[in-house]
């Protein structure tokens, strides 16, 4: 299904597009900037824009622009108020809605748990959160997807561990009961398009998004364009060995990054620790109090392995930039001098600092990841 063209975007040449995203992930500009920005001359510019206003896809004003050299300017926006986007994560036992604009900025969000997990119930729980949202919304020109596991490029859901999920063709079941586009994406390769586009992207175009939590994930971006292929998805960096000693993965695997890493491995052994269920308040309540020999040796082994992973993805791609996500933040934080004295063991002393940024990601910040995907698809679609 195709989108309905609500902005003005569809039919643009390269040039006007390539302007109109310069704006979109860097505005407000003025003319002197986008000039200097994307090496056109001035002229150039101006004709570029002009039919770019005329059509509602940048809008001029909001007073005056410092330029780069000083002098006040006109600046350019992309116009967010004619078009909006639901993005929706799907987890194992809930799922997430957030109405975006243009830009990725959240306008209202909504969630409701998963009856079961079974592609109908899950179809049927989406309608719903889509038409909440879509009741005070301007128009909704689709909805962008992020699910756990390997998708494809025709919105099937290939494989999704967790909800048991083989073959779906997810993106069919709910275009036909909303009768939106649908943009399916593998969840941490939605939240990476975000953060490339609207996050961390905006001052660093290569750097490496690692998730922790559920389970381990990795996405990476290179000269602002993320990283995919046949196996995204499958979440090989969770068996990365880590060189340690402690629990089995769901493979087999000891010392892994999942079995290091994961929420729930890191629940069962403080669980094991204090002789009773926890759940992640708990855990974190205990690692803060530090009253708890043996749960301290459990945070002590968590810090290292997260500084080991971190140290072998920067060392491998030679990203300058990390950014850590994923439910498991909290405690991530909580531990991150060890982390970061980990991370410096690791590196060669010549090496330059990596630069680990921690950013919370509720469930409406993957869901916001999904309504990046979607945007990104209508306003670029070749990409």
Not at 78 to 84: F, G, I, L, Y
Not at 278 to 289: N, Q
Not at 313 to 337: C, D, F, K, R, W
Not at 355 to 382: C, E, L, M, N
Request: glycine share 12%; charged share 20%; hydrophobic share 45%.
């Amino acid at each position: 299904m195709s989108f309905v063209d609500l902005g003005g975007w569809h039919g643009l040449s390269e040039p006007s597009r390539g302007l109109a995203l310069e704006v979109l992930l860097h505005g407000p500009l003025s003319r002197s900037d986008v000039a200097r920005r994307l090496e056109m001359s001035a002229g150039s510019v101006t004709r570029l824009s002009r039919p770019l206003l005329d059509a509602g896809v940048l809008v001029e004003g909001g007073g005056p622009y410092e330029t780069t050299e000083g002098r006040p300017g006109r600046p350019l926006h992309v116009a967010t108020d004619a078009v909006q986007l639901v993005g929706l994560r799907v987890a194992g036992t809930h799922a997430w809605a957030t109405l975006t604009t243009l830009r990725a900025d959240a306008v209202d969000a909504v969630d409701a748990p998963l009856p079961d997990t079974s592609p109908e119930a899950v179809a049927d729980t989406a309608l719903r959160l889509v038409e909440r949202l879509r009741r005070s919304a301007p128009p909704v020109a689709g909805v962008g997807v992020a699910v756990g596991g390997t998708v494809d490029g025709h919105g099937i859901v290939v494989r999704a561990p967790f909800l048991g999920w083989n073959d779906v063709p997810f993106g069919r079941m709910l275009e036909d009961r909303t009768g939106l586009p649908v943009t399916l994406a593998n969840d941490i390769v939605a939240l990476t398009t975000a953060e490339s586009w609207f996050g961390v992207g905006s001052r660093h175009p290569t750097f490496a998004v690692v998730t922790v939590g559920t389970g381990v994930g990795l996405g990476l971006v290179y000269d602002r364009r993320v990283v995919t292929g046949p196996d995204t998805g499958v979440g090989l960096v969770g068996h990365l060995p880590l060189g340690m000693h402690g629990p089995v993965c769901d493979l087999g695997h000891r010392g892994c990054a999942a079995a290091v890493l994961s929420d729930a491995s890191i629940r069962n052994q403080v669980s094991i620790a204090v002789g009773r269920p926890v759940d992640a308040e708990d855990v974190l309540d205990l690692v803060l109090a530090g009253q708890h020999p043996a749960v301290d040796a459990i945070a002590e082994h968590v810090a290292v392995g997260l500084g080991r992973l971190i140290a072998m993805v920067a060392n491998i791609t030679m990203v300058p930039v990390v950014a850590v996500s994923g439910e498991g933040l909290a405690l991530a934080e909580l531990l991150q001098h060890r982390v970061h004295r980990e991370v410096a063991r690791l590196r060669d002393p010549h090496a330059a600092d990596v630069d680990i940024v921690f950013q919370h990601s509720p469930g409406s910040r993957w869901a916001r990841g999904a309504a990046a995907v979607a945007i990104k698809r209508y306003v670029s679609p070749t990409t």
